[in-house]
């Protein structure tokens, strides 16, 4: 089969590698689509892998077409989303169903060969069906809606509340759909971005604010009637974006940590005493839940299906596996504006 393969730091390449055989309770997956998420231009580029060579990709869909010992061979020909965490199922998070906390798991596209592969063997566990018609493509988003999705539980969203969401992209923007979804009342994006924030107002959000401007906190504070929000949702990483949570969410309000810190989150005096004085519950959030009890991705899918949210939308670009260099470095450069890239494989 044909697979981008990342043999060191910046050194990915297209080329053939042997397809692997489902063992038993696993499936063989042809995998249809396969996105780039922001976490795989650092992978690629700056972090590499846990080791090489390996296949990266975590964001995929596909079908089923072979199944291993003991898997019920109606499954060959359904589609299937993937959650690529393979905990270990052993440790004591594990046996209370809390998989993403996992002291000693795997990882499809980082720890493991992933999704940018024509194939990849999944163990039936790691499978995410869905009863509705869903694209490939669709099923595809269903990792970063899981994510968002777990980001916004953390807090959850009463009715009408108002909700400012740092970084507008992805993951944020399908934070804000959910928030909507479940009956949010105004909702803010911010970046520095002002492609981001364009996109963001195409999509119908109408406070998207550069938090780089002169007057961004005085802009958010007559949004929400000088009473700052309910919900604050720190996505971009960045240690001006969780100051800026902390000065604009409300007494008593709700701030989540999500973003991947792109370096040390330091925090002046000031800021640190809004969590004192507002009293603010701040939580931290990673990954997605994956139990009967509550599944992220289930509900992720299930409202994708029914039409309450459309993620066609966030897919800007699509490549084919062969031209994986090309579509990396166009979003490392951002040459062109991009919210999820992904490569169609047939
Ligand atoms: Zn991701
Ligand atoms: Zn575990």
Redesign the pocket.
């Known amino acids: 089969m044909k697979a981008l393969v990342l043999k060191a730091i910046n050194h990915l390449v297209y080329e053939d590698v042997p397809t692997p055989r489902p063992k038993e309770g696993e499936v063989l997956l042809k995998i249809k689509a396969s996105?780039i998420?922001?976490?795989?231009i650092a992978r690629v580029f700056t972090k590499g892998t846990y080791s090489f060579p390996t296949i990266p990709g975590?964001?995929f869909a596909g079908q089923i077409v072979e199944v291993g010992r003991g898997v019920n061979d109606k499954l060959i020909g359904k589609k299937a989303a993937v959650l690529p965490l393979l905990p270990c199922k052993k440790c004591d998070m594990c046996e209370i169903g809390e998989y993403a906390s996992c002291r000693n798991y795997n990882y499809f596209g980082s720890r493991c060969d992933g999704g940018f592969a024509e194939y990849l063997v999944v163990p039936v566990w790691n499978l995410v069906m869905c009863e509705g018609e869903l694209s490939y493509e669709e099923m595809a988003m269903a990792?970063?809606a899981a994510?968002s999705l777990h980001a916004l539980s953390k807090v959850g969203v009463e009715l009408g509340n108002s909700i400012a969401i740092f970084g507008a992209g992805a993951i944020g923007l399908m934070l804000a759909e959910f928030a909507k979804a479940w009956g949010a009342g105004k909702v803010i994006l911010l970046d520095i971005d002002e492609r981001k924030l364009a996109f963001a107002k195409e999509m119908g959000y109408k406070f998207a604010i550069n938090n780089a401007s002169a007057n961004w906190q005085e802009e958010i504070m007559a949004i929400t009637n000088g009473k700052g929000t309910d919900i604050a949702i720190e996505g971009a990483g960045v240690a001006s974006a969780l100051g800026g949570c902390l000065n604009v969410v409300k007494p008593q309000g709700k701030v989540v940590l999500m973003g991947n810190p792109i370096g040390d989150m330091n925090l002046p005096q000031h800021d640190y005493w809004e969590v004192l004085r507002k009293q603010l519950t701040v939580v931290g959030t990673w990954n997605s839940s994956y139990t009967q009890k509550k599944n992220d991705w289930q509900i992720a899918l299930d409202t994708v299906a029914s039409g309450k949210m459309d993620v066609k939308k966030f897919i800007t670009h699509k490549y084919k596996l062969e031209n994986g260099n090309e579509a990396f470095e166009m979003v490392r450069d951002r040459k062109e504006f991009s919210n999820r890239v992904m490569f169609i494989m047939e």
């Open positions: 996105g998420c922001g976490s795989d975590h964001e990792e970063p994510v």
